[in-house]
């Protein structure tokens, strides 16, 4: 099965501690995009970066941070100095079956920032 | 710049209603997607449109479900003959290229 696989369930860390999101996923595919979205406690999935499949180029944005190593078919998601604004669930997902581009999600990590 | 809206952002309905829910995507994005997301767990494909056509169905849309999009704008997802197990979150995106930009959701309660 090509999935996403996002090992952590729940991850608790005091505010200013670093922590870092694994995420793990199988595909098939040659040309797909990676992506990791946000969903705070009101619902919304916001969108925070792509990566296609062959730009394995590291990208630090602000306190956040990707790391892509297409050998482990990995994209993992780093939080330095953690706040309690970014207590939320994250999901990686990649894109699958052809030109649709639809999703795949993992189950998601519920990080909570504790003050 | 509106982001995607949709509407009713909640709704309770007793089993076998029928309900219906809409997407209004960003403007001038083509692409239109359904997802459902139950809790726990990542949303799940449900349907893809590009303009007004509807070009792909998940398995896990029953016969139940119907999806449209008429003159490639808001799309509308009905829900027939409503089961206990329909009660989800119900995510809309829309996208110009590869990124897919969501919706609040309608989270569905069926009694």
């Known amino acids: 099965a090509q999935k996403v696989t996002q090992a952590q369930t729940e991850i608790s860390v005091v505010e200013k501690e670093d922590v870092t999101l694994d995420c793990v996923y199988e595909?098939?595919?040659?040309?797909?995009?990676l992506f990791w979205y946000k969903q705070p406690p009101s619902g919304e999935l916001v969108f925070l970066i792509r990566r296609n499949s062959f730009d394995e180029q590291n990208e630090i944005s602000g306190r956040y941070s990707w790391n892509f190593q297409k050998s482990t078919s990995s994209f993992n998601f780093t939080i330095t100095a953690s706040q309690v604004v970014d207590s939320a669930v994250y999901f990686c997902a990649r894109t699958y079956g052809g030109a649709t581009n639809k999703l795949i999600f993992g189950t998601g990590t519920l990080l909570a920032v504790q003050p | 710049d509106t982001g995607v809206s949709q509407d009713p952002r909640h709704k309770i309905t007793k089993r076998g209603q029928n309900v219906t829910f809409r997407c209004d995507p960003i403007?001038?994005?083509?692409?239109l997607y359904w997802y459902r997301q139950t809790l726990g767990q990542g949303p799940e494909f449900l349907t893809y449109f590009q303009n007004e056509a509807q070009l792909e169905k998940s398995r896990l849309l029953s016969d139940r479900f119907s999806a449209e999009r008429p003159k490639g704008s808001f799309s509308t997802l009905e829900i027939q003959r409503t089961e206990q197990g329909d009660s989800a979150m119900y995510l809309c995106?829309?996208?110009?290229?590869?990124?897919?930009?969501f919706g609040p959701g309608t989270r569905l309660l069926v009694l």
């Open positions: 995106a829309s996208s110009w290229g590869e990124t897919q930009y």
């Open positions: 403007s001038e994005h083509n692409r």
């Open positions: 595909t098939r595919d040659t040309t797909y995009y």
